[in-house]
């Protein structure tokens, strides 16, 4: 794990054993994985510094040495901030994991929509020369955990984290009937319904998709089960569409057959734990959002 500290717009990091010979060059494209843009603009605006000094690219790294990398240089946000109280799961310099409420859009959705998550994490943020990025999202009504980063460098890691499957995402279900195996596997294709507007529906034409699922807990007494679903897949209502294609709908879900709740006016779909690796540190991080419907 890194040892690294925030100061002004950089990062300073203490070189490691294992960086210790190589180039300045080779430690931010191997070993910090900067994208090629902002190498390239680092490069021609020659602000990354070694020991406090502008040094060149080919400089090998020595012993005790800090590099300091302009990751928290400013990056102008044209969002509107949102005032509104924030379940903060989760905060560090480089991420954050906010804990969404139902009935609230993960962004906006159209140029004049100022009421997501997004312009509140703006506003909590307080500045806009600081531009978060949220590195998956969740639908209108479902609730949960959801990782922002707060700039670019972050941001980077965290998408090529996330499509190459190394964020964990679990959620938790709340279905309809009693599910006998303890766990399994749904392993089918999900494509649009072409029958009914903003429905998905399993499909031998439809995207790959793939949803693990394990039971929680069985309520006998109301003929329910709880589940914990994670995608290896990030179809548009997966959890949803593969629960009900195998006979458990969600409680609630009325679009993909599930009972409607008297206590809940949404699906019962909740994304309760996320794990990941923090971009810079490289720590293994473990986050998770108290279930509220059990």
């Given at each position: 794990?890194?040892?690294?500290?925030?100061?002004?717009?950089?990062?300073?990091?203490?070189?490691?054993?294992?960086?210790?010979?190589?180039?300045?060059?080779?430690?931010?494209?191997?070993?910090?994985?900067?994208?090629?843009?902002?190498?390239?603009?680092?490069?021609?605006?020659?602000?990354?510094?070694?020991?406090?000094?502008?040094?060149?690219?080919?400089?090998?790294?020595?012993?005790?040495?800090?590099?300091?990398?302009?990751?928290?240089?400013?990056?102008?946000?044209?969002?509107?901030?949102?005032?509104?109280?924030?379940?903060?799961?989760?905060?560090?310099?480089?991420?954050?994991?906010?804990?969404?409420?139902?009935?609230?859009?993960?962004?906006?959705?159209?140029?004049?929509?100022n009421h997501s998550l997004?312009?509140?994490?703006?506003?909590?943020?307080?500045?806009?020369?600081?531009?978060?990025?949220?590195?998956?999202?969740?639908?209108?009504?479902?609730?949960?955990?959801?990782?922002?980063?707060?700039?670019?460098?972050?941001?980077?890691?965290?998408?090529?984290?996330?499509?190459?499957?190394?964020?964990?995402?679990?959620?938790?279900?709340?279905?309809?009937?009693?599910?006998?195996?303890?766990?399994?596997?749904?392993?089918?294709?999900?494509?649009?319904?072409?029958?009914?507007?903003?429905?998905?529906?399993?499909?031998?034409?439809?995207?790959?998709?793939?949803?693990?699922?394990?039971?929680?807990?069985?309520?006998?007494?109301?003929?329910?089960?709880?589940?914990?679903?994670?995608?290896?897949?990030?179809?548009?209502?997966?959890?949803?569409?593969?629960?009900?294609?195998?006979?458990?709908?969600?409680?609630?879900?009325?679009?993909?057959?599930?009972?409607?709740?008297?206590?809940?006016?949404?699906q019962a779909l909740h994304?309760?734990?996320?794990?990941?690796?923090?971009?810079?540190?490289?720590?293994?991080?473990?986050?998770?959002?108290?279930?509220?419907?059990?």
């Amino acid at each position: 794990m890194l040892n690294v500290i925030k100061s002004g717009p950089y990062a300073l990091i203490t070189c490691p054993p294992d960086w210790i010979g190589k180039s300045v060059e080779i430690i931010l494209r191997d070993h910090l994985h900067i994208p090629k843009k902002m190498l390239h603009q680092w490069r021609m605006e020659k602000i990354v510094l070694l020991n406090g000094e502008v040094i060149s690219w080919s400089t090998k790294i020595e012993s005790s040495s800090i590099m300091y990398i302009p990751i928290y240089a400013e990056d102008l946000n044209v969002l509107v901030p949102l005032k509104m109280k924030l379940d903060i799961l989760y905060e560090d310099d480089d991420i954050m994991v906010v804990n969404k409420p139902p009935f609230l859009n993960t962004h906006p959705i159209s140029e004049n929509d100022n009421h997501s998550l997004m312009n509140a994490v703006t506003a909590y943020i307080d500045n806009n020369k600081i531009k978060p990025r949220h590195i998956h999202r969740l639908d209108k009504d479902t609730s949960g955990a959801i990782l922002f980063a707060k700039h670019a460098y972050a941001g980077a890691i965290l998408d090529q984290a996330l499509s190459q499957g190394k964020i964990k995402r679990t959620y938790a279900a709340l279905v309809q009937g009693i599910v006998k195996k303890e766990q399994g596997t749904i392993n089918a294709p999900i494509a649009r319904d072409r029958h009914t507007s903003g429905r998905m529906r399993v499909s031998t034409s439809g995207k790959h998709a793939v949803t693990k699922y394990k039971v929680l807990q069985r309520f006998k007494s109301k003929n329910q089960s709880l589940v914990a679903c994670i995608l290896e897949t990030g179809r548009t209502h997966q959890i949803r569409v593969h629960m009900s294609s195998i006979g458990h709908p969600l409680i609630g879900d009325t679009l993909y057959g599930g009972t409607k709740s008297a206590s809940l006016n949404r699906q019962a779909l909740h994304a309760y734990k996320l794990e990941f690796i923090q971009p810079l540190t490289g720590e293994e991080l473990s986050v998770e959002s108290e279930i509220p419907f059990i």
